[in-house]
């Protein structure tokens, strides 16, 4: 259940072929591992659920390659979307006085 929503996280977050490259390089993962393989020969849409569905031995290392894609992907979408007024989810919701001005409706739009 818990890769299911981690997978809706990823397709939020816009994945694109080089965060798997990347990521798999991050997780210190060897890259012929199943989900490595997986994601590498297929594109996201037709690997990820493959990695979902992988056997219970494989889970381990699907899930910490799928952190990273999701780490990656976001990562890159936060830098492209935090100037846009209309992403307020993006901006630093540990500023008080911000997070006070957005209930307000002062804030985003």
Known sequence: MVLWHLRDLIWQSKPIDTDVELAIQDSALKPTLTPCVLLLTHRLVIGLPKVINLPDDELKKGYILLLHIFKRAYLRRFE???????????ADLSDH???KSLLNGEGYS
């Open 80 to 90: 492209d979307e935090k100037r846009f007024p209309g992403k307020w989810w993006y």
């Open 97 to 99: 006085e911000f997070v």
